[in-house]
């Protein structure tokens, strides 16, 4: 009976002891679990964040960008568009579930979008009317493998300002050549009558007049656009210093009374005033608008007038011609542009003169505009 009681002991010792070793197990492995969970739940909860992170930097890039983005899904319907495509279109309601057709109101973008999801990429321009007037968009559309519904990306980008700039080139070229163009011919056919000889003294000296007054033409042609290049890129640096305008309009006056000899009165009137201003860009400002009343101000009289008003220097210079004709009086200071072209010939000039002086007084901080006097003749006004 004893042995008996001895041997269950130790069965039940040795049964109690595995039963506690298991339970230990048990324990370890919820432990790791429950560490693993942990774990598990962290790097969840970070994920999550970083995605959030990343689709809130997504759409600050995206609601920031210039251009306008739009996505649709694979039936045509906006999905996704940045805060730039309603600017463009002017439109102030979600776009979500619009077709494209509906947001940019044409069909050509239809046609681009539908295209995109027959799997091919295009680009497209479109005019559209603003408030703000017309602009011109580049749209460009790509195809996307489908995922989270979007089947096609569309990408607007105004182009307004640049085909601005095209045209500003165009006509810059056209308007050069065109200058170009007349002086190169009298140049030609003088070259070419002296080439056929058997000419007279005095016709040959007219030739070689006429050759010499081309040459100044295009000569004056390409310094004045050299220095209208440097005045508009910025590269021109004024030495500004207290001027006193009186003396500079006497002195470029009495220059001009020596040119023009008894054909043209200058005469200078008004109360003495002084400005701060680059003194050689002050002479060449007044040296054109004192030119042009002398060639364009038809023989009479040429009169300087200065003023003060309320801390500026005020020149009029005012001539007894034809005028400008109103309709043209905006476009005077643009760079090759002459009233009558077909003067050309008669009255020397390449039409750049007004557009230097408007930059030069620009760049003075001051103001200029032109009008007509009520008895006819035109008048500049240059307030510093
Ligand atoms: P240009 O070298 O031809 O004189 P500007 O730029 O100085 O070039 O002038 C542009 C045009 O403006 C001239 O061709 C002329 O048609 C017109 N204009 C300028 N000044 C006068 C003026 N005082 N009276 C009438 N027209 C003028």
């Known amino acids: 009976m004893q042995t008996l009681l001895i041997v269950f002991s130790v069965v039940a010792a040795f049964a109690l002891g595995g039963g506690i070793v298991v339970v230990h197990r048990l324990r370890r492995r919820v432990a790791e679990l429950q560490h693993s969970t942990v774990a598990l739940g962290e790097e969840l909860a970070r994920n999550v964040r970083e995605f959030a992170e990343h689709r809130a930097a997504i759409d600050l890039i995206v609601g920031a960008l210039r251009e306008g983005l739009l996505a649709v899904s694979a039936s045509g319907k906006v999905v996704f568009a940045n805060a730039r495509v309603s600017e463009m279109f002017g439109l102030s309601a979600s776009l979500e579930g619009r077709t494209i057709l509906e947001v940019v109101r044409k069909q050509k ?4 979008i539908q295209k995109a999801l027959r799997g091919t990429a295009s680009s497209e321009r479109i005019g559209i009317t603003t408030p703000d007037g017309e602009r011109r968009i580049e749209m460009r559309v790509v195809p996307v493998r489908p995922s989270s519904g979007i089947a096609a990306v569309a990408l607007f980008i105004d182009i307004s300002e640049l085909a601005r700039l095209e045209r500003v080139r165009r006509d810059f070229l056209d308007d ?3 200058e170009v163009r007349t002086p190169l011919a009298g140049l030609r056919s ?3 009558t002296l080439e056929g ?3 007279t003294p005095d016709h040959e000296e007219a030739l070689r007049q006429v050759m010499l007054r081309q040459l100044n033409r295009i000569e004056r042609l390409v310094k004045d656009l050299a220095e209208l290049n440097r005045i508009e890129s910025g590269d021109l640096v004024l030495e500004p210093r207290r001027v006193e305008l009186t003396d500079v309009l006497n002195d470029l006056c009495n220059e001009f009374r020596e040119r023009a000899g008894q054909s043209v009165t200058f005469t200078v009137t008004g109360e003495p005033a002084a400005a701060a201003a680059d003194p050689v860009r002050l002479q060449q400002i007044f040296s054109n608008l004192l030119d042009n009343a002398w060639k364009h101000g038809g023989g009479g009289k040429v009169t300087v007038e200065i003023a003060r008003d309320d801390g500026n220097a005020i020149v ?3 001539d007894e011609g034809a005028g400008i004709p109103p309709a043209e009086i905006d476009r005077i200071f ?6 009558d072209r077909s003067r ?5 000039g390449v039409g750049l003169g007004l557009s230097i002086t408007k930059h030069l007084v620009l760049l003075h901080g001051g103001s200029i505009r032109a009008y007509n006097g009520p008895s006819g003749g035109a008048t500049f006004e240059v307030r510093l």
Do not use: C, K, M
């Open 109 to 112: 973008a239809a046609d681009a």
């Open 176 to 178: 050069f050549s065109h």
């Open 190 to 192: 003088a070259a070419e």
């Open 197 to 199: 000889g058997r000419l």
């Open 316 to 318: 009029r210079i005012s």
């Open 334 to 339: 643009n760079r090759f542009y002459r009233v």
């Open 344 to 348: 050309s010939q008669t009255v020397p």
